[in-house]
């Protein structure tokens, strides 16, 4: 079992940044592929961004490459969204999600377990 627990969210003005973070339990973090997702008001859950296991290949989708960059650190237990250049299409709640793979898949349903999520608001 792992918990994930976000953290980082905030009002920001639009061209600014913010970090997010999300903290896992359990010792098999390291092993899990972990992604980044988020749900705006009226639509569905989105892709972000994935990392795999060990960090060394990342996904994005197109409308945050080159802005959003997801990192994790294993040995603290810590995956990472860093967004800058933010825009106010960017504003939703952000969920970070564990899959029990070292495979990145870039679905939702492919996650076992999600965190309870921050709100990211953007405005103009």
């Known amino acids: 079992q792992v918990q994930l627990v976000e953290s980082g969210g905030g009002l920001v003005q639009a061209g600014g940044s913010l970090r997010l973070s999300c903290a896992a339990s359990?010792?098999?973090?390291?092993?899990?592929?972990m992604g980044w997702f988020r749900q705006a008001p009226g639509k569905e859950r989105e892709f972000v961004a994935a990392?795999?296991?060990?960090?060394?290949?990342?996904y994005y989708t197109d409308s945050v490459k080159g802005r959003f960059t997801i990192s994790r650190d294993n040995a603290k237990n810590t995956l990472y969204l860093q967004m800058n250049s933010l825009k106010v299409a960017d504003t939703a709640v952000y969920y970070c999600?564990?899959?029990?793979?070292?495979?990145?898949?870039?679905?939702?349903?492919?996650?076992?377990?999600w965190g309870q999520g921050t709100q990211v608001t953007v405005s103009s």
């Open positions: 990392i795999s296991w060990i960090g060394d290949s990342t």
């Open positions: 999600a564990a899959r029990r793979s070292a495979i990145v898949v870039l679905t939702t349903a492919a996650y076992d377990y």
């Open positions: 359990g010792r098999t973090f390291s092993s899990y592929a």
